[in-house]
């Protein structure tokens, strides 16, 4: 009897990929199609279009450009946008024990944990 109910499919696409500074690993379990290697696609250029927004490490990075003010937040995508105003939520709702200003300055790593909150790619 097999250990598996997909024992003995033709294994899906296996992809690896590096970006923010750490590897990213799909392992599809479907037979590639068309649509899924489309997904996949996707998912691997939204990671990359998050780390070049969101890098805390990259020195052209939107975010990196606002915390030093070379940029207003009118300048940014929306996804930057948005995860400040849920930054601001979050220190409301903590009473202030989280705050992405703490001294008046953006603070990096307190908002850029958050990421997009969609946690997909946009089509």
């Not at 890098?55 to 070379?70: F, K, M, N, V, W």
């Not at 850029?112 to 089509?123: E, I, Q, V």
């Amino acid at each position: 009897m097999p250990d598996s109910p997909r024992a003995g499919r033709t294994p899906g696409p296996r992809h690896v990929e590096r970006a923010m500074g750490t590897v990213f690993s799909f392992d599809l379990r479907d037979p590639p199609t068309p649509d899924i290697r489309h997904a996949l696609d996707r998912a691997v250029t939204w990671l990359h279009r998050v780390d070049e927004v969101f890098s805390t490490y990259r020195p052209g990075s939107q975010i990196s450009r606002l915390a030093r003010g070379e940029v207003t937040l009118a300048d940014c995508d929306r996804d930057v946008t948005e995860v400040l105003r849920l930054c601001e939520s979050a220190q409301r709702l903590t009473g202030g024990w989280f705050s992405p200003t703490p001294g008046g300055r953006l603070d990096r790593p307190a908002w850029s944990k958050a990421g997009p909150s969609s946690g997909r790619p946009r089509s």
